[in-house]
């Protein structure tokens, strides 16, 4: 192997394996902090020392390893500055011992740390900004450069976010460790809430010039099914994993040639990845599965969004779509999670099911939410629904205040189309 060929090998281990030797580490240290930069030693003594003596059999081990080892010589270091280190150094030479071989150490509880980093990544006492540039920094192996270009800030931005991040977790003592009961519940929606953030990101970007961000679909996703396995008995977890397979499934035939968007009805379905829908399919199967035998209505709002998005997965065309069950499900949400934005879709819904005038009698309530005043995809959804019943000029109107208010070049330009559309009087098209 080349130099190069050895480089692009450590890369590709890096992504793969920090994530695991981070949260080893962790626990061994209990600082994630310490654990990320004793890691990042690791990864620069694979860099200078890979390319003369090849890449090991077991990677992996061999990073776990080298960490190691700068553990106990920062310990030992620490422990001749202050002698206060000496039970931590003796706890960790104990762990040491008590490993047989590197790579029992490399897998010993592999599960459970991972577990527990993902819930130090969402904890609370961090700020949500913070969490997700946590999360795809620990788990997900980005740097801070690609957590910046993603979301499109200052590299030095998303730098000052996780140092912070990580000062903060040393600062409150956060415990490694899984929640329990209660607390497990109120973290795993944060978890959840934020892998779902990243997912939404990359599927319609808030900003920018391009449509879709795909890196990020594809780490949410990676993430949302190490955390399946994780977790295999949370129902939300595999909803929100099916919710996420069966977006994921359409990205292909989101984007025309150029990058420019493509409705949902709009869509060349043949393009729809069929691969992702059975896998989207079999989670929300697996989540109503761990759900059988609760009493009442107990699915949580992933699995209902799963739902809605498997009505149209089901659908071989746009006129096949079962929108009064899609409605109906848009109802329940509201009722378990109530939100002006869920009431905006279940507007669409019931405009696809009884007429547009039924739906705009819900849109037009909404416009008095103060929450809602400059969300561009109210008036977008009421400049459609107009247009349905020929009120063309209010159209356009709606959907110029839309382009107004978003932040993503390729929306405004879809909307400033539609707007112009309304003139010439084409056909509307439906946003998923």
Not at 325 to 350: H, M
Request: with cysteine.
């Amino acid at each position: 192997m080349t130099a190069t060929d050895i480089h692009r090998t450590i890369e590709a281990v890096w992504r793969i394996e920090s994530p695991r030797l981070i949260a080893g580490l962790t626990r061994i240290v209990r600082d994630v902090g310490l654990a990320e930069d004793l890691a990042q030693d690791a990864l620069v003594a694979a860099l200078e020392q890979w390319p003369g003596s090849g890449v090991p059999d077991n990677p992996g081990a061999w990073l776990m390893a080298a960490a190691k080892h700068r553990a106990m010589d920062h310990f030992r270091r620490s422990t001749r500055l202050d002698r206060k280190h000496e039970e931590l150094g003796r706890e960790l030479s104990a762990k040491e011992m008590a490993v047989p071989d590197l790579d029992s150490a490399l897998d010993d509880d592999v599960g459970d740390d991972l577990l527990r980093l993902l819930f130090i990544s969402c904890h609370p006492v961090l700020s949500t900004e913070a969490q997700v540039a946590l999360t795809l920094r620990l788990l997900g192996g980005l740097t801070t450069e690609e957590i910046a270009r993603a979301f499109l800030v200052q590299e030095a931005t998303v730098a000052q976010r996780i140092v912070r991040s990580k000062r903060t977790l040393a600062e409150k003592h956060v415990p490694f460790e899984v929640p329990r009961g209660g607390e497990l519940v109120a973290r795993l929606s944060s978890v959840l809430a934020v892998l779902y953030l990243i997912f939404n990101e990359g599927y319609s970007a808030t900003t920018g010039d391009d449509w879709m961000r795909p890196a990020l679909c594809e780490e949410a996703l990676r993430l949302g099914r190490v955390l399946a396995e994780l977790a295999p008995q949370e129902p939300e977890v595999h909803g929100l994993v099916a919710l996420m397979e069966i977006q994921a499934s359409r990205s292909r035939a989101r984007v025309g040639p150029s990058g420019e968007p493509i409705l949902l009805f709009d869509q060349n379905r043949a393009h729809w990845d069929q691969l992702l829908i059975r896998r989207g399919l079999a989670a929300l199967d697996r989540s109503k599965k761990l759900l059988a035998g609760n009493l009442g209505d107990a699915r949580g709002s992933y699995v209902l969004q799963a739902e809605i998005a498997a009505c149209h997965a089901r659908a071989q065309t746009p006129e096949e779509t079962d929108w009064p069950r899609i409605a109906r499900l848009y109802a329940a949400l509201a009722r378990l999670a109530p939100s002006p934005v869920v009431e905006l879709n279940r507007a669409v819904a019931v405009a696809m099911a009884l007429g547009p005038a039924a739906g705009l009698e819900l849109v037009d309530a909404l416009t008095a939410d103060d929450s809602l005043a400059n969300y561009y995809l109210l008036p977008s959804v009421r400049g459609d629904l107009l247009k349905k019943l020929s009120r063309l000029e209010e159209a356009r109107a709606e959907f110029e205040r839309a382009a107004s208010l978003t932040r993503n070049a390729r929306e405004r330009e879809l909307l400033l189309e539609r707007a112009r559309g309304c003139v010439a009087g084409s056909s509307p098209s439906h946003r998923q």
